[in-house]
């Protein structure tokens, strides 16, 4: 007898477990803002009014609870690379959307380490958050090459371990909220067509 190799749809949760997830969420969302991103999933659990074990059979390791936390911020960031795309000018576009980028990896403590070290790592859930982004800020960074503002050998890879770093260092130095913007400044200027800036 022929066997389907269709795959099954996920079956729809049942409301209680909607109820356990949507409070995991909730939890987890102002624990890694109190916390930071390194903050106890026991906790977590704790304060959902949950065991451990529920809260793994819903994230089963904290990159994927990480993942479904910052669903609705990528969400934001791909809407706002949609209404750049046609911006009249490509490096301003770029240059916003990189802001954008950096005021999202420095939200929660923690983040911008957590996004640096999965930037090659596809198989971790929290790639579900950068992929995306990745093809969102290529198409604003093609633009902008094309326009003949940013060197051609500058990859979206690149650009965006450099907004992870940036955030991470201003998340090192708090007392300083201009740190973020001057390394960003000092980040474009090396994304110029060779020749433009010399010392």
Known sequence: MAT?????????MRADARRNHDRLLTEARAS???????ASLEDVARRAGVGIGTLYRHFPNRHALLNA????????????????????????ALVEWLRALITHAGEYRGLARALMSVSQDRSSALSQCSVPLRAAGARLLVRAQEAGHIRSDASIE??????????????????????????????????????AARS
């Open 32 to 38: 890694f803002a109190e916390h930071g991103t390194d």
């Open 158 to 195: 690149d650009l965006m371990q450099l907004t992870n770093a940036i955030a991470l260092a201003a998340e090192q130095s708090p007392d300083d909220p201009r740190l973020a913007d001057r390394l960003l400044k000092l980040t474009l200027t090396g994304l110029k067509e060779p020749g």
């Open 69 to 92: 936390v910052f669903q609705e911020a990528v969400a934001v960031l791909l809407e706002r690379s949609r209404e750049l795309a046609d911006a009249e000018q490509p490096c301003t």
């Open 4 to 12: 389907s190799t269709a795959q099954t749809p996920p079956r729809p």
